[in-house]
């Protein structure tokens, strides 16, 4: 599944854009964003392959130019180095520093010719992607963002209380999610869920009872174990990896 993410203040323009992409049909995930701020937490929690950023989001500040500076930013990040913006423009000519400086794939004019904004998203999402590992986690936590990186995550505990993210330098505790919505935001194979509700790094193991169905993890004494629905799934992972 590609991910594409939209960046615009205009509701009628970004909801334009969502029906364009939708129809056509492909595997396709769409996240939105009014401003700068709000694009660089979704650029930051997930893997983008494609940027659609409107240039001007503040109609009210004359000279606005939010969204090329939001490219910038972007550009300086390592794994979106060379993912696919198009910008949304009004301005007549924004092409000179988009092509030059920011490596930009293609930029519509509004009014939307839909048929060739089609073909240009199209088109964008046959780049293949240049995802790689990360080597950092980002947990939200009343509107803050903490960054922690995967090396010292051991293992987060998910129930309906919440969450406790156990890392080798203190404790982090969130709010209950899903465990498949927390497998996803993890977004790394460095993790593996081991019964419904422990998710751990799989570079702690140390030892694993399939009898007894426990593990045992580095540095810690008690042993976590496994759910037997998850066996089977959690050993193939393991022994795979």
Do not use: W
């Amino acid at each position: 599944m590609k991910t594409i993410l939209i960046v615009e203040d205009n509701l009628r323009s970004k909801e334009m854009l969502v029906k364009i992409i939708n129809d056509l049909k492909m595997d396709v995930e769409i996240s939105t964003a009014s401003t700068r701020e709000e694009a660089a937490v979704l650029a930051m929690e997930n893997d983008i392959d494609l940027f659609m950023l409107d240039i001007i989001l503040n109609v009210s500040n004359p000279g606005d130019v939010s969204g090329m500076q939001f490219a910038e930013y972007i550009r300086t990040i390592p794994k979106y180095k060379f993912t696919p913006i198009i910008f949304i423009t009004a301005l007549e000519d924004p092409a000179l520093h988009a092509y030059s400086e920011l490596h930009c794939y293609y930029y519509v004019e509004k009014p939307y010719d839909a048929k060739k904004v089609a073909e240009v998203i199209s088109e964008a999402l046959e780049f293949p992607s240049a995802k790689k590992e990360q080597n950092n986690i980002f947990f939200r936590k009343d509107g803050i963002l903490y960054k922690k990186e995967i090396s010292e995550i051991i293992y987060i505990e998910n129930t309906r209380a919440g969450q406790t993210v156990h890392c080798t330098n203190g404790n982090l505790k969130l709010s209950y999610k899903p465990s498949k919505v927390i497998m996803k935001e993890l977004g790394s194979d460095r993790f593996v869920q081991c019964s419904r509700y422990i998710i751990l790094n799989k570079d702690y193991i140390d030892k694993i009872d399939t009898v007894n169905r426990y593990i045992q993890l580095k540095g810690l004494k008690e042993p976590i174990e496994f759910g037997d629905a998850y066996k089977k799934k959690f050993l193939k992972e393991v022994v795979d990896d």
